[in-house]
C-alpha cells in the first residue's frame, strides 16, 4: 500500500464517545442513511484485469493483517446495530476467503442483516453456488467483460471464459436471483462488445450492468482514454436494439433500461460521467479492516487495531457511527481529485 490509512478520529476519544452512542440506525451528516456495506474478503485474485490490477507490482496483504473470521463475526452485530442492512462480500476474489459458506452462514443469521449478496468473477461459482445459497446467500453480481473467449483472457489475463459461463449457470440452477452481469467498458477494448453483451437479456432474465472505468490507484492511466460515457452506449443499443427507459431506484447506482420484449434488464452505472453520490447508501469494509468511506476518496477509518487493542463494543460501535458522520458528500473527479491509497482489488467496488 502506497500509504498509511487516514484516520479521522482521534483514539483516546473513544471511551467518551462510547457513552453517547445513540439507538437506531446512523446518518452521515448530509442526512443519508447508510445502510450497505460491501466486505472485501481479501485483496488476492486469480484474475488480473487490467483495468483493476497492474500487471507487476501489485503487493497483497500479509494474511496476519487480514481481518480474521472471529474478528468479522465479532463486527457483525455491530454493524447491524448502527444499520447496515445489506452485506456485499467482495475482495479482490472472495471466493478464494477460507471458510467462505461458514461465514456466509453467520453473517445471513445475524439479526438486522437482511441480505448478503456476493460480487465474483465466477471462476468457482460452479462448484460453490449450491452450498452458498444454501447458507443463506441471496444473490450474485458476476464480472464478465467479453464473450469472445480469446479476448477475455486477455482482459484478465489468464480468465477461462468456460468456467465463467459454468458458473453463471450454475447461480441461476441455485437460485441466486437476480443474476446481475457486470462489465467494464474500455474504449478501443470491449466497447464492440456491448450491442451484444446487451442482447443476453433478451433471452435471460438477467440484469447486465455497463459501467464506467474508474481512474483507481495502480490503473489511473486505463481510465484517462477508455471511459466510454453512458449515454454514449444508451445511444448505441437504443440504435440497434431499441431501449425503454425503466428508472432510477432510491440507492441503486445502475439507471435500469429494457430492450422491448427482453426478459431481462439493462444497467448504466456511470460513476464518472454521471455521478450518483446524493443517493449514495454505501460505505466499504476493507480486507484490513478499514472503514473506507467513500470508493473515489481515500479517507478511511481503521476498526483493526481498536479491535485487537481491545475496545469493547461500545467503543466500536462509536467508532462506526462517526465514520458514517464524517462520510464525504461525494468524490472529487470533477474537481481532479483522485484517489491515491488503494486500488480496485483493495476495496472491492
Known sequence: MSSAPIQLI????????????????????????????RISLTDRCNFRCFYCMPAVGMQFAPPPELLSNAELERLMPILARVGF??????????????????????????PGITEVSLTTNGLR????????AQAGLARVNISIDSLDAQRFHEITR????????????AAEQAGLTPLKLNCVVVRGINDDEVVELARLTVAHPWQ???IEVMPLVGVANVADDGVVPSAELIAQIERELGLEFLGWYGSDPARTYQIPGAQGQIGFISSV??????????????????????LLRDDEIDLRDPLRSGASDAELEALIRHA????????????????TL?????LGG
Not at 482521534?10 to 445502510?35: E, F, W
Not at 442492512?85 to 445475524?110: F, Q, S
Request: net charge positive; hydrophobic share 40%.
Open 85 to 110: 442492512e445489506k452485506i456485499r462480500l467482495t475482495g479482490g476474489e472472495p471466493t478464494l476467503r477460507r471458510d467462505l459458506v461458514r461465514l456466509v452462514d453467520t453473517i445471513a443469521h445475524t
Open 158 to 169: 489468464g480468465g477461462d471464459l468456460r468456467r465463467v459461463l459454468a458458473g453463471i449457470d
Open 324 to 339: 458514517i458522520y464524517v462520510k464525504p458528500w461525494g468524490h472529487g473527479l470533477p474537481q481532479g481529485i483522485r484517489p
Open 208 to 210: 447486465v450492468r455497463f
Open 10 to 37: 482521534d483514539p483516546p476519544a473513544l471511551a467518551a464517545d462510547a457513552a453517547a452512542v445513540s439507538d437506531g440506525p446512523a446518518l452521515d451528516q448530509y442526512g443519508r442513511r447508510i445502510n450497505y456495506l
Open 125 to 132: 461459482l460452479a462448484e460453490l453456488a449450491a452450498p452458498l
Open 342 to 346: 488503494r486500488g480496485m482489488s483493495q
Open 273 to 294: 460521467s454521471n455521478p450518483f453520490c446524493s443517493t449514495c447508501n454505501r460505505m466499504r469494509l476493507t480486507a484490513d479492516g478499514r472503514l473506507h468511506l467513500c
